[in-house]
C-alpha cells in the first residue's frame, strides 16, 4: 500500500509474484504470505488470479479497519472470522462478506469491468 503526497491510497503488489496477468488469468503454484492469500493458493494448484486479488483485498480492508495483521498460524477460516467480526459498520460486513468467501466462485469480484 502507498499514499500519495495528496493522500490517496494505492494499493499495489496484487499478482506481482507471477508477473503481469489479465484479470481471467490461471495461476500455478503458491504466491505471496499465507496470512494475506486466497485459501486456495495453498490447496490448489491451478485457481483464477482475479478472485485470489478478492480475498487478499478482503484482507486488507480488514487490516485498514483494525490496524491489526492477520495471524500467520491462524487457518483461513480463522482469518476469515477475524476480519468479518473487525467491524460492525453493515456496509463493511457486507463488503467484506463477499470479499472473503472460501469457494473463489462465490467472492465478489471488485476489479470486474461493467
Excluded at 34 to 57: G, V
Excluded at 67 to 92: F, H, N, V, W, Y
Aim: with cysteine.
Amino acid at each position: 500500500m502507498i499514499v500519495t503526497t495528496d493522500n490517496e491510497v494505492k494499493l499495489i503488489d496484487f499478482n506481482v509474484a507471477v508477473g503481469d496477468l489479465k484479470p481471467d488469468s490461471i495461476v500455478c503454484g503458491g504466491t505471496g504470505l499465507k496470512q494475506w492469500s486466497a485459501p486456495e493458493t495453498r490447496t490448489q494448484l491451478h485457481y483464477s488470479a482475479q478472485r485470489c486479488d478478492s480475498w487478499s483485498l478482503g484482507m486488507i480492508l480488514a487490516f485498514l479497519i483494525t490496524g491489526e495483521e492477520p495471524s500467520e498460524s491462524a487457518s483461513c477460516e480463522e482469518r476469515m472470522t477475524a476480519a468479518l467480526s473487525s467491524t460492525s459498520d453493515e456496509c463493511l460486513q457486507s463488503c467484506l462478506q463477499g470479499l472473503l468467501r472460501v469457494k473463489p466462485e462465490e467472492r465478489l469480484l471488485p476489479f470486474q469491468t461493467l
